[in-house]
């Protein structure tokens, strides 16, 4: 069936620097992609999302870059804060069936 | 706009008990969706509806839970009997078809089945 991998499971980073969050998808009819951040005790919550007909957005420090030849797309936050620790989700989805096929989550750490 | 209420937020109660879990989607959204999530197992969807209808229940884990949407505002989440690896954080969330794609989750039902 299909599904969506995420690596790494953990990513500690020393403030200030980049990270970088990677995802696979199966279903070559997924269109769009998007990221959520579930801080510790939240409800996860749309951090940026992207759909098939772009490659790359921004938004301020973090961005989100798709490859569909290769069917992964990746999240990248630059100069992180104490803040951005969460685990962070990807999903995809195709524009037929609304239901979201849930990568497993990456723990981020920032180290201060 | 108030978001996604789910109620109780945290629920606590003895194994063999009947669970109701609630929900209010977004005022507008057709879509919603229940979710569990466990450290073990991450996020799953247990059900989804549209426009009141349940769509997909293959995530319903046994006959013990049951879903219903009597309403566009209303949803309900029931196990019965519960059991102890029943306990998890159950969220729901609702999405609006015709405008942003996004899911906007609930703040969740922290379940203990003792």
């Known amino acids: 069936g299909e599904n969506v991998e995420q690596h790494p499971s953990t990513l500690s980073v020393q403030e200030g620097d980049s990270a970088v969050i990677k995802c696979t998808y199966s279903d070559s009819a997924s269109n769009y992609f998007p990221w959520y951040k579930q801080e510790l005790g939240k409800r996860p919550q749309l951090i940026i999302d992207?759909?098939?007909n772009v490659g790359e957005k921004k938004d301020q420090r973090i961005a989100v870059t798709l490859n569909k030849t290769a069917k992964h797309f990746s999240l990248h936050i630059t100069e992180t804060q104490p803040e951005d620790s969460a685990v962070y989700f990807c999903?995809?989805?195709?524009?037929?069936?609304?239901?979201?096929?849930w990568g497993a989550g990456t723990k981020l750490i920032i180290k201060p | 706009d108030a978001g996604v209420i789910q109620s109780p937020r945290h629920e606590v109660t003895e194994m063999g008990q009947e669970v109701t879990l609630r929900c209010k989607p977004i005022?507008?959204?057709?879509?919603l969706f229940w979710y569990r999530q466990t450290m073990m197992r991450g996020l799953e969807l247990l059900i989804y509806f549209n426009n009141n209808v349940p769509i997909d229940d293959s995530g319903m884990p046994e006959d013990r839970f049951s879903a219903k949407m009597p309403n566009a505002s209303f949803s309900t989440l029931k196990i019965q009997p519960s059991e102890p690896r029943d306990s998890a954080v159950y969220f729901c969330a609702s999405s609006l078809r015709g405008g942003r794609l996004s899911q906007h989750f609930g703040d969740g039902t922290r379940l203990s089945i003792l």
């Open positions: 999903a995809a989805r195709r524009d037929s069936n609304y239901q979201l096929i």
């Open positions: 005022s507008g959204h057709d879509y």
């Open positions: 992207i759909r098939s």
